[in-house]
């Protein structure tokens, strides 16, 4: 089983400033890679598929890079509504999730 | 538009079954498999199963694998029979249509609010 560890745990920031997230896989896992966003009380949303290409409705300001293990997904300027936990998804057969990182106001 | 809603949720004791089901709506439902999803309270998420969309194909997770079995009605609605209930089963329940349509879990483009399973004696 491929296990995907995030990093920060938990990201203080204000409104406005540059938001990086981190995503390592425990083996290389190409380009199999999603982030979803969960704001609190609510479902998970998709945000990026395959690495890098935003999901329908998706803001710019939100992009994805990386390969082989080591993944990043960055907010560029972060608005009220960002402040979140941020998931990264391993897609095959038995998919598995992060832990998450949290995006809170600073 | 596509919609998601999970039903049956509720409280039951160690060692119960129980099947919560997702409805459907607004896309060719015919034509992408799903998913379950699971959020203990405070935690992050846990893939729990996959089913292609004409049931021929399923997945499960290894905490759930031989408990649980994930169903469809050919149509519009898909379930999770879950047997065995442990405590440590307790969390939100989100079923999560599937993007690709293909054989093998993709990614999840669509979710429901969540039923929740509390296992408790």
């Known amino acids: 089983e491929i296990v995907l560890t995030q990093s920060p745990v938990t990201l203080s920031l204000s409104p406005g400033e540059r938001a990086t997230l981190s995503c390592r896989a425990s083996q290389i896992i190409n380009s199999r890679l999603a982030w979803y966003q969960q704001r609190p009380g609510q479902a998970p949303r998709l945000l990026i598929t395959d690495v890098s290409n935003r999901a329908t409705g998706v803001p710019a300001r939100f992009s994805g890079s990386g390969s082989g293990t080591d993944f990043t997904l960055t907010i560029t300027s972060l608005e009220p509504e960002d402040f979140a936990v941020y998931y990264c998804q391993h897609r095959s057969n038995w998919p598995t999730f992060g832990q998450g990182s949290k995006v809170e106001i600073k | 538009q596509e919609q998601l809603v999970e039903s049956g949720g509720g409280v039951v004791q160690p060692g119960a079954s129980l099947r919560i089901s997702c409805e459907a709506s607004g896309y060719f439902f015919s034509t992408y498999g799903m998913h379950w999803v699971r959020q203990a309270p405070g935690k992050g998420l846990e893939w729990v199963a996959f089913?292609?969309?004409?049931?021929?194909?399923k997945y499960y997770g290894e905490s759930v694998r031989g408990r649980f079995t994930i169903s469809s009605d050919g149509s519009n609605t898909f379930f999770l029979l879950m047997n065995s209930l442990r405590v440590e089963d307790t969390a939100i329940y989100y079923c999560?249509?599937?993007?690709?349509?293909?054989?093998?879990?993709?990614?999840?483009?669509?979710w429901g609010n969540g039923t929740t399973v509390i296992v408790s004696s």
């Open positions: 999560a249509k599937d993007d690709y349509g293909g054989n093998f879990p993709h990614y999840m483009d669509v």
């Open positions: 089913i292609r969309h004409d049931g021929s194909n």
